[in-house]
């Protein structure tokens, strides 16, 4: 008769599913912890969309400014916190011995991925709540399909996650820390964020168009001031991208 109280030891890893969301809060707390990171996500895209929905410092080719900036800053929001603040922070995490004892934990490549895939999108959830309160408060007034919009974010999230984690583990930590916030000016220049891409030569607009920040932007733009259904076009290249980086970023990622 077995005792209702067995403490035979059970050595084993535990599930995947536990160690991944585990792993995710390490993240969350690490992310909130970081004033620099916080900054960046959050601060900036609010005084990004306070600034150029008051000023008028940018044509926006006429109407609703805070119509046109709120989804612009929505998916700036997402690209800092997906891809520059995840590559910076995976960087010094490299050099710094941190994924290196990871690496010595039963928990894979993928489930650390997926871990950090999904704390940035914990953190993204407060970002997008606090930049919907500003735009709302700004007089912003949303259309089209909230079940869309989210579709697109969660995509660019994937997309700017796998180019995050590819830039973080090919890099040095200080060659990252460099190229993921001049990565981010430019894309914030190019991407449609707070300029319209009609503003560019026609050369390059269809180059600019198939950037990840750019499909998320207009995607937005389209669903959320225009009130379109789900634009397929945003849809397939943020589909490529992230594929594409999370593949790239799961075959040449190093612990060390």
Do not use: C, H
Request: aromatic share 6%.
């Amino acid at each position: 008769m077995t005792s209702a109280l067995d403490f035979t030891p059970a050595p084993g890893a535990a599930p995947l599913s536990r160690m991944v969301l585990a792993q995710t809060g390490a993240e969350v707390r690490a992310m909130m912890r970081n004033g620099e990171q916080l900054l960046l996500t959050l601060i900036i895209p609010v005084l990004l969309l306070v600034g150029f929905s008051v000023a008028p410092l940018i044509d926006v080719g006429g109407g609703s400014r805070v119509g046109f900036l709120t989804p612009g800053v929505l998916a700036l929001a997402v690209m800092s916190t997906a891809f520059t603040g995840q590559a910076i922070a995976t960087g010094f995490e490299r050099r710094y011995g941190v994924l290196k004892r990871l690496g010595a934990t039963p928990l894979s490549r993928a489930g650390l991925m997926l871990a950090k895939t999904l704390a940035v999108i914990a953190v993204e959830a407060v970002q997008v709540a606090v930049l919907l309160l500003v735009a709302l408060a700004l007089g912003w007034r949303p259309q089209g399909s909230a079940a869309a919009a989210v579709l697109l974010i969660l995509l660019g999230t994937a997309a700017f996650s796998g180019l995050g984690l590819l830039m973080a583990g090919l890099l040095r930590a200080e060659a990252t820390l460099a190229a993921a916030n001049l990565v981010y000016l430019l894309l914030l220049a190019a991407g449609g964020v707070v300029f319209p891409l009609s503003k560019f030569p026609d050369s390059v607009r269809p180059v600019l168009e198939l950037l990840p920040i750019s499909a998320l932007t207009g995607g937005l733009r389209a669903v959320l001031t225009g009130g379109a259904a789900l634009p397929l076009s945003a849809v397939a290249v943020l589909a490529v991208w992230a594929v594409a980086s999370l593949g790239l970023a799961a075959r040449t990622f190093r612990w060390e």
